[in-house]
């Protein structure tokens, strides 16, 4: 009944208000915890109330007879909440690469979307790319990621000082470059933002040895697994990295019986990822102490050393922004993916494509009064983007997930690039 779901929204809202009181405490545990006992942290206060109100009066969603909310509208109506939450105090967001700014393995071409990030550069609000990508510190190889973000700052005529408040972290949380004035990307001197006197993670301070203790035991989990589970794969190894791709036709006559030579199955990756992951947490010869992140990529399974969590710290501690003022927008937060990490440090968005991106900073504009012409749009979010599915409560990621498969935006076929290694092919 209409008159059901505001109350529930507003008794989940005084939930976490509770959480948010005792979350730091972990002898007195919230109701929200003893309910939930892998509740994580909530960075600032949720209405999710008012959010629900806003989007039921454009969604109708509850004057439906037949079916109930879906676990996309659950998930908008969190997302809204959060934007309202962080709207007035944001002064840095971070946001993934694949599938969030720029479809998987594509290349930025999604122009509303640029128009709306240079509104919030102007707004002295930093932005980061915070991306597992890592082509160590080839500025040029992140470039031709977001190509067409950069070309929309120069064709903008951005002064230098709003570009350099563009970021782009790679490998996680291991290559931080910045903006320049003539739209490059320049590597930022570890002493400027691995400084000890800064109180944040310092990832390019950790040992080499471990490091490679890391990629070694996952390197030896994905092995097995390709081995096990006939996986027509291709495994690359970088120096804070390892992944499993699909093999191509010399995998077939490798693996003459096996599958995935072009693409692989979400659950042959999923799996692969899950046994991966137990491979670290149980490693014992020697024990692993460094951070690490094993995620489903969508098209590709991988292993880094560090996570977005420590990226995402790293440039808070850089930056001096607390928390409760950054936000991460990202496609992966089931815990087989790679963005759930940030939440520890960082309030998040959890979207699954590129447009979800630019409605969620629309929305934001409209909140903060930001828009160019005409007055702010009422906030309220698009219809979603992946097709009408039941209310199951299933994971939302495009892509894998999505019956119509992966976007093909930025147009992979042309591309002379390889997405994995940096280099040109
Ligand atoms: P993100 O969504 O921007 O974090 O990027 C994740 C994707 O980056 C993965 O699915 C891979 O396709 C790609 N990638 C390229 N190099 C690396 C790497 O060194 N580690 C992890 N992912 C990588
Ligand atoms: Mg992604």
Redesign the pocket.
Known sequence: MPETYPATMGKLESLIDDHREKQDNPTDPSRLQLMVPSIGKFHTPLPLQEAWLRYDAKYCVSKRRMLPPSFNEVRHTLNLAQVMAIADRLEMICF?????LYS??GNFTNMPLAATIIMILKHGIKVVLI?????GFDGAAYKVRVKGLLEAFLKDELPAEVMSRFFVMG?ECHYLMRCTGTGELERVPDEEWQNPALNGPKPRHWPEEECKQVLDVAEASFRASIADLKLRARLIR?P??V?VIPGGEASVKAMPTGHGSVKFKTEALDEVVLRCQQSLRESRDPPIALPWCVFN????A?V?VGNKCIGVEAMQAFLGVLPQRSLHV???FLRTG?DVAAREKSPCIWIINPNETLKVLEIFIGLKGLAKDGPAPVPGLAAPSSPPRSGVAEPPREGSMNPLGMSTEGGSGAKQFN??TGLSE
């Open positions: 993934d690469g694949d599938q969030t998987d393995g991306t597992a990508a890592g082509y490998g970088k804070r990295g992944g990529g969508g098209r590709d991988w880094d990202g496609d992966q790679n997405c994995y």
